[in-house]
């Protein structure tokens, strides 16, 4: 079984990130085979900063690891060092009605926001089926706002086997309902589009200002707190650690606990849970080779069964040998 996933390399990475994508991901990377990429072309659809892009693709590939990718057990590489993808993605867009692209939440999400519709921002599903079928892929972990994408994928993968005959794997979408929308400081979905995210990395001072900063509501100290479960400091802490998280929650319930102190407690949960990851993700910073080395080591492992898989595609539409 093949577990296949990508990430952007647009921003620094969140809480949101780490439960909806890299936590799983990390736990099933000895569960099948696991392919996961940095989707830098993806990322141009949306960030047009050269160097930005390079040292961002370095920064996820980095802070992945050092919360607990392993190279040994997974294949880990940057999209466009496997540029094969961009052949497929241009053999699946001539099977993909325009329709089912206007239909994409995600891109009209994009449009709605203001952001100029470059063609790349409309065909970036195409792209992202052609991530997912190169490597015949089973399972996409993903989170929710990313479902529709994989069933994009589905759908031009059942189209390209009916019209060349049975080529491609069809994959299954997978997502983690329990972690499916963390919440950000103000309450809403975490996104950096909204300016709301707890990063998994940073200063020890501006991430403990952040915390604190995390809305609530007026309620005083004593009052008891029958809805202390969807408090989202409560929903944040059980996910770092669900017995000192649970203890909190049944605090908060009965009265008696303030907001700020519960904050603070959140505060070193968080600050705790990350403390190896920080030494690691120091050990990678002053060791960029050796992350070089893990990307380019991982893509020529992708490229074997990219290769095969597109020979495979190649042969069945008709541009085969001669
Ligand atoms: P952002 O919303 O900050 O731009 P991305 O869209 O780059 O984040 O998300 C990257 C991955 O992290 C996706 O798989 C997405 O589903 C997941 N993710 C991001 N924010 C959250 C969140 N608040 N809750 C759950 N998963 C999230
Ligand atoms: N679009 C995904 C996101 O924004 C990233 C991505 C690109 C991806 N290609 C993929 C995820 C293939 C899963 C499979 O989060």
Known sequence: ????????????????NYFGAMRPAIEQQTQGEAFYFVADFHSMTSLFDPKQRL????????????????????????????????????????????????????????????????????????????DILLYDSNIVPVGKDQKQHVEVTRDIAIKFNNTYG???????????????????????????????????????????????????????PEEPKPDAEKNSV???????????????????????????????AFFEVYWNYFEGARKKREDLLNNLDYVRGVLKEGADKARVIADEVLKRVKVASGLGSL
Not at 61 to 83: N, T, W
Not at 198 to 208: D, L, Q, S, V, Y
């Open 166 to 220: 049975k080529t491609l794997v069809i994959p299954e979408p997978q997502i983690q309902e329990t972690v499916a929308v963390i919440p950000g400081t103000d309450g809403q979905k975490m996104s950096k589009s909204y300016n709301n995210t707890i990063n998994i990395f940073g200063e020890e001072k501006a991430i403990r200002k952040k915390i604190m900063s995390i809305q609530m509501d007026s309620r005083t």
């Open 55 to 130: 040292m961002n693709v370095l920064g996820v590939a980095i802070d992945f690891m050092a919360c607990g990718l392993d190279p040994q057990k997974c294949v880990f590489f940057r999209q466009s060092d496997v540029s094969e993808v961009t052949e497929l993605t241009w053999i699946l867009s001539t099977l993909t009605p325009v329709g089912l692209l206007e239909r994409c939440h995600s891109y009209k999400d994009k449009l709605a926001k203001g952001l100029e519709a470059n063609h790349g921002l409309f065909s970036y599903p195409v792209l992202m089926a052609a």
């Open 234 to 264: 409560i929903i944040l802490m059980k996910l770092l650690d669900p017995s000192v998280g649970k203890e909190y929650e049944e605090k908060l319930r009965i009265g008696g606990l303030g907001y700020g102190n519960l904050k603070k």
């Open 1 to 16: 079984m093949r577990i296949l996933t990508g990430i952007q390399p647009t921003g620094t990475l969140h809480l949101g």
